[in-house]
C-alpha cells in the first residue's frame, strides 16, 4: 500500500515568513494529493489539494507543488499569520485505496 | 457540524466493554470512511464504504473492529470487546463523487478505554 512521510514534525517560523511543508509518497500510481489543517481539538479540513495532472496549485497564501518523477509534494505558506498555527496533514490517493495520512506537522507561528 | 453527525462525541468506558460509534451523513455523499488518530500514530484510515457497500477494511486493526452501514444515512462501527490501546478519536468522513475529492469531516468521537 502507499506510504507518506511528512517532514519536518514541528516547524517554527515568525509571523510574516514563509513556511514550507514537504512530503514524499512510496506509490507511483497515486494521484491525488490533499492537504488538511487541524486545530486543536478540531477536525480535519481541506485547504489544498492537487491531483497528478498539474504541478502547481495556488490559493491566495497557500500553495503546493508536486514532482511526480521525484514523489514528493510540498505545501508553500507564504506571509504566515497566528491564525496559520495548527497541525498540517498531507496525504495521498490512488489505486483503490482510501487516504494515507503524513504523521503531521505543527506549525508554530511566533508574533 | 452541517454534513456529518457523529455520536456520542465522547465515550468512557472500562476494558472489555461493547462500543458503538455512529455517523450520520447528509444526502448527496457516495463515500464514507472511517478513521482513527492517535499521537502515536496519526490518522489511519479503517474501513471505507461506497453506496453502502465496504470497500476496502484492511485498515481494520483486528477482528474486535467491525463497520456497518445499512443505508445511505447511518454508519456503525463497533469495537467488542473494547481495550485501553483502542483510546482515540475516530472520525467519520465523507465525499461526492469519488474519493478523489475533498472529505468532508464529522467533528469525531474521543474514545477512553480505561
Known amino acids: 500500500g502507499e506510504n507518506v512521510e511528512q517532514h519536518p514534525s514541528t516547524l517554527s517560523v515568525q509571523e510574516g515568513d514563509s513556511a514550507v511543508i514537504k512530503c514524499t509518497y512510496s506509490?507511483?500510481?497515486?494521484?491525488?494529493f490533499p492537504w488538511y489543517k487541524q486545530e486543536l481539538g478540531k477536525r480535519p479540513q481541506l485547504i489544498i489539494d492537487i491531483r497528478s495532472n498539474v504541478g502547481e496549485k495556488k490559493d491566495q497564501r497557500i500553495a503546493v507543488t508536486l514532482n511526480k518523477t521525484a514523489k514528493h509534494f510540498s505545501l508553500h505558506i507564504t506571509e504566515t499569520q497566528p491564525e496559520d498555527s495548527a497541525v498540517y496533514f498531507c496525504?495521498?490517493?490512488?489505486?483503490?485505496?482510501?487516504?494515507?495520512f503524513g504523521k503531521g506537522t505543527h506549525l508554530i507561528i511566533q508574533p | 457540524d452541517a454534513g456529518v453527525i457523529q455520536s456520542p462525541r465522547h465515550e468512557v468506558t472500562e476494558m472489555g466493554q461493547e462500543v458503538t460509534l455512529r455517523c450520520k451523513p447528509i444526502?448527496?455523499?457516495?463515500?464514507l470512511f472511517w478513521y482513527r488518530q492517535t499521537m502515536m500514530r496519526g490518522l489511519e484510515l479503517l474501513i471505507y464504504f461506497n453506496n453502502n457497500v465496504p470497500i476496502d477494511d484492511s485498515g481494520m486493526p483486528e477482528d474486535r473492529f467491525s463497520a456497518k452501514m445499512p443505508n445511505a444515512s447511518f454508519s456503525t462501527l463497533k469495537i467488542q470487546p473494547s481495550e485501553p490501546r483502542d483510546s482515540a478519536v475516530y472520525f467519520c468522513a465523507l465525499s461526492s463523487s469519488g474519493r478523489y475529492n475533498e472529505q468532508f469531516f464529522g467533528p469525531g468521537t474521543r474514545l477512553t478505554v480505561l
Open positions: 496525504a495521498a490517493v490512488g489505486g483503490a485505496d482510501g487516504l494515507t
Open positions: 506509490d507511483s500510481a497515486s494521484n491525488y
Open positions: 444526502s448527496g455523499h457516495d463515500y
